[in-house]
């Protein structure tokens, strides 16, 4: 394991240094880049690469040196019409990210005082976006979920490298007035949460409002009303941080951190079971819930606003077809490009939400086939209902077992 980690890493290296960032012009350094995002996610891998990788190149600067450097170089080298100057960014800030949640890394950070502000500068002019609009928005490397945009990555890293400064203020300031209870105090108060590696929770209290979709206008009213107080706790909902990324996943981490979890409650939040429900009696709540079943995006729902299950099932049937397939993917991709601010539909989730739509395709049309099965009654007359045997049940009408088959999916 630790040979393929040093393996990564020496691959950054390597194409780091070359000048068009492309090592022996094959692979770029985002790509090795993209794969040491998910692998800083974990404490383990982190704490090696960052302390124990054995690269020949990197035998006299540490690990986050290396990466800081590399970080200036390549936003201020790079021009923004580079189709990969977003990817690389992105990785590097979200690499950055996972960095600023470890203590002692965000303390190493802070030491070289010259670099720390060149970084912080750097990335506030980032979360200002003042040129994000001049980088090529669109990617030509597929980026996976679990790699947050650049905006918010670079906001959590603002958060925790700020929350670092203001510390160390902090403590100097109650050493030199010699109060070091108060700082212990304060220390006590901060909360456990503040480095949760997927929501940001500030010092002051959270409150997460859980609602189904169907109660979508009472909770922006709710949501509304109580973000007039934003100065005295903060608000945790999913329209908000589920934008990207793994939408359970991210649900789970506002769970954890949320001080309090206000349930929006009504006859619209009991879920049914779509499987014992005819799809023809679906409401939009059910159309809803069928969504979020398969693990489709959100962002799709939004997008299509089916008002009932005949609606959706009509446009199930109409997919089958290859040819609209392909037109339906396009047509909603530019419509999906626009919606999101120019975020790219990819290939997987359409295809999960096509997939999804073919199969209660084909269950629906089964489960039609099942209960259209006509058996004739059995008739009893005088002859056979005093001893004698019943009238003979005609099957020829009745399909064999073996002719009912289910679809291919």
């Known amino acids: 394991m630790n040979i393929v980690l040093d393996g990564i890493l020496n691959n950054v290296v390597l194409a780091a240094g070359e000048q068009d960032y492309r090592y022996q012009h094959m692979f770029h350094v985002s790509e090795p880049l993209v794969v040491l995002v998910k692998l800083f996610s974990y404490d383990r891998t982190l704490d090696y690469i960052m302390q124990h990788a054995e690269v020949e190149q990197l035998e006299t600067t540490t690990t986050l040196e290396f990466l800081l450097d590399f970080f200036f170089k390549y936003y201020a080298t790079v021009k923004h019409g580079d189709p990969l ?4 960014m992105t990785a590097l800030c979200n690499i950055f990210w996972s960095v600023s949640l470890r ?3 965000k303390q190493e950070l802070c030491e070289d005082e010259e670099k720390f502000e060149e970084f912080k500068k750097l990335i506030k002019h980032i979360t200002r976006g003042e040129d994000n609009k001049m980088i090529v928005k669109t990617s030509i490397h597929y980026v996976p979920t679990y790699i947050e945009n650049i905006q918010k990555a670079a906001d959590g890293i603002l958060c925790n490298i700020l929350e670092q400064s203001e ?3 902090a403590t100097q300031n109650s050493e030199r007035c010699g109060v070091k209870r108060l700082r212990s105090l304060a220390l006590s108060l901060r909360p456990s949460l503040m480095d949760s590696p997927s929501t940001l929770k500030p010092s002051k209290p959270s409150i997460m409002i859980s609602y189904s ?15 007039k107080k934003n100065d005295e706790f903060y608000i945790w909902i999913d329209r908000q941080y589920c934008k990207t990324g793994y939408l359970w996943g991210k649900i789970a981490d506002g769970m954890q951190a949320a001080s309090i979890i206000l349930c929006l409650l009504s006859n619209k939040k009991s879920a049914v079971n779509l499987d014992e429900k005819p799809i023809s009696q679906w409401d939009k709540d059910d159309v809803a819930q069928w969504f979020q079943q398969n693990k489709i995006m959100p962002e799709l729902y939004k997008l299509y606003q089916f008002e009932d299950g005949p609606e959706l099932l009509t446009y199930a049937a109409t997919i089958l077809d290859e040819t609209i397939l392909k037109l339906e993917q396009q047509v909603y991709s530019q419509a999906y490009l ?3 601010n120019g ?6 989730p359409f295809s999960r939400f096509t997939n999804a739509l073919q199969k209660l395709h084909y269950d629906t049309k089964l489960k039609m086939q099942k209960t259209t099965i006509a058996v004739e009654p059995i008739i009893m007359t005088a002859s056979n209902s005093v001893g004698g045997k019943p009238a003979t049940r005609n099957i020829s009408r009745i399909p064999r077992k ?3 088959t289910k679809p291919q999916v």
């Open 213 to 227: 979709h169907g109660d979508n206008d009472v909770c922006t009213q709710l949501y509304h009303e109580l973000n």
């Open 103 to 105: 203590p002692q890394y």
């Open 85 to 88: 100057k977003l990817t690389t």
């Open 402 to 404: 073996s002719s009912i």
């Open 167 to 169: 510390q160390q203020t």
């Open 343 to 348: 975020k790219v539909l990819l290939t997987p």
């Open 338 to 340: 626009q919606a999101n």
